[in-house]
């Protein structure tokens, strides 16, 4: 059994934490309560109108979000006590602040009824809202628009600055949305935006954090003049570690990444050497999804400009990534504040901005001629014109090192078993020469469109072209293996449109019953609270053919009692009976375990199943940033008997990952 001495430290508190962040608020007076319910009732009353009455006007119709944040916000303030006190003023603001946000969604309301939407003209700072994918969530974000921006301007178009924000525990919808209306641009640029993702509250823009800049990111390019070679990202304190996080993951879209302190793994941050052997040995592979400091490298392939306070503590982790990047012979601009701790000093920041404007106006290069990319997962598998299309193993070090020729290619790869290049170099129709690994091929021709799509795939050691097997695609009747959004762990069926499914038949035993009912209520708990939405349910019996296509089914329940499971219980890597929980020769007895586990849905293997779990860190999350990383790998065996505040230190039975074509592997080949 697996004991992990660094999280009794924080058992107490993530116990607690689970349940207490968002920190419950005030009582709200009954009549200010009655108020704000009949308000935020009649607003609800518009908003379904408007869903019927603009259903033949799609494009005032895909407005809506922009009202429903109004709606939400004071909603879930309503329904999770999130009224606060003002430290200070010992006064609670935030009943004023409700009524003007009703308000503002009745008048956004009867506009967009009379087909006017003047706050998508408006400059300065605006709210704005889009429905995020992964649950259908309105989500709201900040925008600063320049004051002289143009509806369609001549010419190329605006640059876009993130500004991802610090932790606060109190950043509900309500004081996110309020902050942001009357907000001011952190870097103040005279044609560029500034984005305000609010990242579902306080994960670090991780996991749907993530998503959500993505998100708001694509919904601001959908509707304003943006020039996606100056794209940029910043932040402080948490928002440094949002920045560190997706500069890395993601260099190859950004013309500049600027953080400001955060953090940049979980190791180090958490102080956690000698304690290793507490830890479980998939949760240290799993830290590399998220650890910044394993994807530095990638920062090469854009603008790097980090900003520390010289006695700030979280200095240490750009010294980290300093360090890492040193070993690589490359040396990273690191702006420092003199005297300085956990803040901005003024010059230093003038620096930073004059240094991060020069990249950003100048733009990201669409086409590098030397890329250097490393991931360790295909969840973060591209980088400008390279695509990692399957690893030998994930969870270990996958690196390529690539030169640009005019009309060839050289590469050096290692832990990559496919790949797809798509350079523009077509100056002619001959094949370009590519070299991989010392080996000389000869690539394909351009196509029609005269542009470069080279297949490339590793048997038996060897790199070969074209005719690569389906290693990415799912054609019917392909074999399974691990691709980009199709690789685990757990959490990531999170990361993408998911759906809860209940069950509706008779449990195995009437413990289980009870055990995933209470799971599956937890999670929903847990999405809305940690993760600010509210996640899709039907029942087993409900669920369509459009569903089984459009979304991660996460499937509460076992074979017997859900009726999708029942359907492809055979088909899965872990079988399930009213005796066992058989994996491989491994048996747990089913009045005692269940498994958790996430695969590709055999009913349609692009998306996911996942049995009886949400996103595995809500336990831990919540009190640290650095430990909202996966704490469960593809599969687990976990004990009922066993609380949910320790199940991960005390509940784990075996736990383990699927291999590359998602099949059980032995313990020795972990």
């Not at 009949?38 to 607003?43: D, F, I, R, T, V």
Request: glycine residues 8%; neutral net charge.
């Amino acid at each position: 059994m697996f004991r992990r001495l660094v999280l009794a430290l924080f058992c107490c508190v993530t116990s607690l934490a689970a349940a207490d962040v968002p920190p419950k608020g005030v009582p709200v007076p009954p009549e200010i309560k009655a108020e704000l319910e009949k308000g935020a009732a009649s607003l609800g009353k518009e908003i379904d109108a408007l869903k019927s009455d603009l259903k033949d006007k799609p494009k005032l119709l895909e407005l809506l979000p922009d009202i429903e944040i109004f709606h939400n916000a004071v909603r879930f303030a309503l329904e999770d006590d999130l009224f606060y006190e003002n430290a200070k003023t010992k006064k609670v603001g935030d009943f004023d602040i409700a009524k003007k946000l009703l308000a503002l969604g009745e008048e956004r309301a009867k506009q967009l009824r009379a087909g006017q939407t003047p706050w998508t003209l408006q400059t300065g700072a605006v709210v704005r809202g889009y429905r995020s994918e992964l649950d259908g969530t309105s989500i709201p974000y900040g925008l600063i628009v320049p004051a002289k921006y143009e509806p369609r301007p001549q010419g190329s178009g605006h640059r876009l600055d993130f500004w991802f924000m610090g932790r606060n525990e109190k950043n509900s919808e309500l004081a996110f949305i309020n902050g942001r209306l009357n907000g001011k641009a952190e870097f103040p640029t005279e044609n560029g935006f500034e984005l305000h993702p609010y990242g579902r509250y306080c994960n670090a823009y991780k996991f749907a954090g993530e998503m959500d800049a993505l998100e708001s990111m694509n919904h601001v390019c959908a509707h304003y003049s943006i020039d996606s070679h100056k794209i940029s990202v910043r932040g402080f304190s948490m928002g440094g570690a949002a920045t560190w996080h997706l500069g890395a993951h993601l260099a190859g879209q950004w013309a500049a990444v600027n953080p400001g302190a955060g953090f940049t793994d979980v190791r180090t941050y958490q102080h956690l050497d000698g304690k290793l052997n507490t830890i479980p040995w998939y949760e240290q592979k799993l830290w590399h999804l998220y650890d910044a400091v394993d994807y530095a490298i990638n920062l090469t392939n854009t603008t790097l400009v980090a900003y520390s306070g010289e006695i700030d503590s979280q200095k240490a982790a750009a010294d980290l990534m300093e360090k890492t990047l040193a070993a690589e012979h490359i040396k990273m601009t690191h702006i420092i504040g003199p005297k300085t701790g956990h803040a901005y000093e003024p010059n230093a920041k003038k620096e930073v901005a004059k240094l991060v404007s020069a990249a950003a106006d100048k733009g990201l290069d669409p086409l590098p001629r030397e890329i250097h990319f490393t991931t360790w997962t295909l969840k973060y598998n591209t980088m400008h014109w390279i695509t990692i299309e399957a690893l030998e193993k994930h969870w270990e070090r996958a690196r390529i090192d690539a030169t640009l020729g005019a009309n060839s290619i050289t590469l050096k790869t290692s832990n990559v078993a496919a790949l797809v290049l798509t350079p523009d170099i077509s100056n002619s129709d001959a094949p370009v020469k590519i070299s991989i690994d010392g080996m000389e091929l000869s690539g394909a021709p351009p196509n029609q469109k005269k542009s470069w799509h080279i297949a490339l795939f590793k048997k038996d050691g060897k790199w070969e072209q074209d005719g690569m097997p389906a290693t990415s695609r799912l054609e019917a009747g392909a074999p399974l293996r691990k691709r980009h959004d199709l690789q685990g762990p757990i959490d990531d069926a999170f990361m993408e449109s998911f759906m809860m499914v209940r069950p509706t038949g008779k449990p195995l035993s009437e413990k289980i019953g009870k055990w995933t009912q209470s799971e599956m209520n937890d999670a929903l708990t847990q999405w809305r609270k940690q993760m600010r939405g509210e996640a899709r349910v039907k029942y087993d019996a409900d669920v369509s053919e459009a569903d089984i296509a459009a979304h991660n089914l996460i499937l509460w329940g076992d074979p017997q009692s859900n009726k999708i499971l029942a359907k492809i219980a055979d088909k899965l890597p872990i079988k399930w009976s009213a005796q066992n929980v058989t994996v491989g020769a491994k048996n747990f007895p089913a009045n005692e375990c269940v498994p958790l586990l996430i695969y590709p849905n055999p009913l349609n293997p692009k998306k996911y199943v996942v049995l009886n779990s949400g996103f595995t860190f809500a336990r831990f999350g919540a009190a640290s940033n650095s430990q909202q990383t996966p704490k469960l790998p593809d599969w687990a065996i976990v004990s009922m008997d066993v609380p949910a505040a320790e199940r991960l230190t005390q509940g784990v039975k075996d736990a383990g990952f699927l291999g590359e074509q998602w099949e059980l592997k032995s313990e020795l080949n972990r």
